[in-house]
């Protein structure tokens, strides 16, 4: 990773990338034991949500060298799921963390037409899942219940770059995320109160994503002898 971001920074022209947008979740295991907690609750008037749509938050700082442009990319998505009823609420909160290195090839300057960009990601995420009841944090031996995961994922992005002036430029984006292997072992003692009864503590998750990401670039002075 570090060789990676040396190459970003050693570029001919420099980019810096904010967004902002949706992002949904689909996590097996954990909807297994969402399900089976609210099969086993019949006194609530609502069942528990899914893990699901979350707001996504990105930057990322990119180098070019050619016709290649790469760099690191750091995002955060935020997701709650809730059951209410009249004397119980119930919430889980669900942070992820995703850092990448991204490629993206770029046509020619003088290539007519529009131009449409993929981007290849590959890094590593990290995720805090917590629950709330009435309002108060879930504890144990009076520490907060956490169920913490990661792994390594592979992205791909699609972006349609909307140009406004020379150096500044703005991106629609759409993309999927695939972690083969999740690991995640304390999520049903979070969710369910149990332990190796609904899900095991590892599996895959999927992420897809759609958003506007605002671009700043410009290019570096050369040196010459």
């Given at each position: 990773?570090?060789?990676?971001?040396?190459?970003?920074?050693t570029?001919?022209?420099?980019?810096?990338?904010?967004g902002?947008?949706?992002?949904?979740?689909?996590?097996?295991?954990?909807?297994?034991a969402?399900?089976?907690?609210?099969?086993?609750?019949?006194?609530?008037?609502?069942d528990?949500?899914?893990?699901?749509?979350?707001?996504?938050?990105?930057?990322?700082?990119?180098?070019?060298?050619?016709?290649?442009?790469?760099?690191?990319?750091?995002?955060?998505s935020?997701?709650?799921?809730?059951?209410?009823?009249?004397?119980f609420?119930?919430?889980?909160?669900?942070?992820?963390?995703?850092?990448?290195?991204?490629?993206?090839?770029?046509?020619?300057?003088?290539?007519?037409?529009?131009?449409?960009?993929?981007d290849?990601?590959?890094?590593?995420?990290?995720?805090?899942?917590?629950?709330?009841i009435n309002?108060?944090?879930?504890?144990?031996?009076?520490?907060?219940?956490?169920?913490?995961?990661?792994?390594?994922?592979?992205?791909l992005?699609?972006?349609?770059?909307?140009?406004?002036?020379?150096?500044?430029?703005?991106?629609?984006?759409?993309?999927?995320?695939f972690?083969?292997?999740f690991?995640?072992?304390?999520?049903?003692?979070?969710?369910?109160?149990?332990?190796?009864?609904?899900?095991e503590?590892?599996?895959?998750?999927?992420?897809?994503?759609?958003?506007?990401?605002?671009?700043?670039?410009?290019?570096?002075?050369?040196?010459?002898?």
């Amino acid at each position: 990773m570090a060789c990676m971001l040396a190459g970003a920074l050693t570029g001919s022209s420099q980019g810096f990338f904010v967004g902002a947008g949706f992002q949904q979740h689909y996590i097996p295991e954990y909807d297994k034991a969402i399900r089976s907690y609210n099969s086993g609750r019949p006194y609530l008037e609502e069942d528990h949500a899914l893990i699901g749509a979350a707001t996504y938050l990105e930057a990322s700082f990119w180098g070019r060298v050619k016709q290649w442009n790469s760099g690191i990319q750091l995002s955060h998505s935020y997701s709650r799921s809730r059951s209410e009823s009249c004397n119980f609420n119930t919430k889980l909160r669900f942070h992820q963390v995703q850092l990448s290195y991204v490629l993206r090839w770029l046509p020619k300057p003088d290539t007519p037409g529009p131009w449409y960009y993929f981007d290849l990601h590959v890094g590593a995420t990290g995720t805090e899942l917590s629950r709330m009841i009435n309002g108060g944090s879930v504890s144990v031996d009076d520490e907060p219940l956490r169920a913490w995961g990661g792994g390594g994922q592979l992205g791909l992005t699609f972006s349609f770059p909307i140009e406004i002036n020379k150096n500044r430029s703005g991106e629609l984006f759409a993309g999927a995320t695939f972690l083969p292997y999740f690991y995640s072992p304390n999520a049903e003692p979070v969710i369910h109160q149990t332990k190796g009864l609904t899900s095991e503590e590892s599996g895959h998750m999927i992420t897809w994503k759609i958003g506007i990401r605002a671009c700043y670039s410009e290019k570096r002075k050369q040196r010459t002898e």
